[in-house]
């Protein structure tokens, strides 16, 4: 099943939207800050490769790489923007992480780590279930429409499968009945 290009970006605009927003969350209670520029330049950022990614259900061992990608990209951008901004007192420094450089300490690669795993476990999930429920929906769709077609396509031929239906005695609905000899083994001579 390959999703359309409506689908398509409307999942990668939600995807972008959810990153960004969590990484500009993390990277404010890190300690730093983050501009408007910074914030549209991370939504391109995290939408291109999700548009291109969209075009077919994913599984976690394509999801994690892509964001471990993605967060490494966003974490350059805005630790590089707030190396734009003008120091203030007590803004080079906050909660431990120095943002003064673009090489992340220990502790915040360890963060990333867990931000990486615990979302793409997340993503793969909400991913599995969105496809599950589009395939449902696709057979109840396509019930639907066998039980009122659309005028304007012509009426839609549904075969009609006849059985002959054998009444069983229900005395007996347990045991199976095996009439006959029993199947010879044949055997090729060496």
Known sequence: ???????RAVR??????????LGVGAHAVGGGSVSALAVLVALLIAFLPAHALARRERTLAVILPALAASQAALHLLFSFAHTLEP???GSAMSGGHIH???MPGLGMLIMHGWAVALTAAWLARGEALLWALLRRLAVRLRIVLAVFPDPAYGAVVVPVVERRVVARPVVLG???????PPGTVRTVPA
Do not use: E, N, Y
């Open 1 to 7: 099943m390959r999703a359309t290009m409506p689908f």
């Open 12 to 21: 990668a605009a939600a995807f972008a939207a959810v990153s960004v927003a």
């Open 87 to 89: 120091v203030t007192a």
């Open 100 to 102: 003064s450089g673009l």
């Open 174 to 180: 347990h045991s199976v009945g095996r009439r006959g």
